[in-house]
């Protein structure tokens, strides 16, 4: 049973295109987020939705756009696709909106702009 | 703000030796601490959090962490290291205040036979 999961696990695309990630939990949660780990294992966080509400919305270009269906949901939206784009995205999850919270990680996107 | 730095992206040790990553984070109100593990290509793993009490923390796989408030530090140790346990750590400080959370930038933990 997966925790947090993502699909697809890997995406190669060209510059310019519009792409989709999706991320699904099934733990009940109330919070999910977007973090991006870029080639130097750097790991920022991007959104947070708690309760399909955006809560977090980091500094990232507004090419990015998630977005919750529901509370198991949150996809990432990438318009315009840049080479500096390419990373890997991680989905989580948490039982709530604090931080203090364990955060449950999904295995990761690992997206290659061409 | 906050912040987080891992000292030293690269440690190596022999199997059976002791474990030392190291963490300092910057922060204007108590933090909470956190360290994670991240296997080759899979997603991050928490091994163990600090947010109140007991400054010893215990976590999975035999991992440990003090939170020093004097040092600003939040270290993690194993007494013996395992050949399982080459990955990458992060540490990380979220401020319930601001509802923001920082990752250090990772330390390779190499384990030598």
Redesign the interface.
């Known amino acids: 049973d997966t925790a947090?999961s993502q699909t697809p696990k890997y995406l190669v695309t060209q510059m310019g295109n519009d792409k989709s990630i999706k991320c699904e939990q099934n733990l009940g949660h109330d919070t999910m987020?977007w973090y991006k780990q870029d080639s130097?294992?750097?790991?920022?966080?991007m959104f947070?939705y708690n309760n399909k509400e955006l809560?977090?919305n980091e500094t990232v270009p507004n090419r990015f756009s998630p977005k919750s269906p529901d509370k198991a949901h949150l996809n990432l939206h990438i318009n315009s696709l840049e080479l500096g784009d390419s990373a890997v995205y991680?989905c989580?999850s948490s039982q709530s909106?604090?931080?203090?919270e364990?955060?449950?990680?999904?295995?990761?996107t690992r997206l290659l702009v061409l | 703000a906050q912040s987080v730095t891992q000292l030293g992206s690269h440690v190596s040790v022999s199997e059976g030796a002791l474990v030392l990553l190291r963490c300092n984070y910057s922060s204007s109100v108590p933090p909470?601490l956190f360290w994670?593990v991240q296997y080759p290509?899979?997603?991050?793993?928490?091994l163990l959090?600090y947010?109140t009490g007991a400054t010893l923390v215990k976590g999975i796989n035999g991992f440990e962490a003090e939170f020093k408030k004097s040092e600003t530090s939040f270290h993690l140790t194993k007494p013996s290291a395992h050949m399982s346990d080459a990955a990458?750590y992060?540490c990380?400080v979220?401020?319930?205040n601001f509802?923001?959370?920082?990752?250090g930038?990772?330390t390779k933990l190499n384990v030598k036979p």
Not at chain 1, 97 to 100: A, D, E, P, R, V
Request: hydrophobic share 35%; proline share 2%.
């Open positions: 947090v987020y130097k294992k750097f790991l920022k966080i947070s809560i977090i991680f989580a909106g604090g931080l203090q364990t955060q449950y990680f999904g295995p990761g | 909470y994670y290509n899979q997603g991050l793993q928490l959090k947010t990458e992060f990380a979220s401020d319930n509802n923001k959370f920082y990752f930038s990772g």
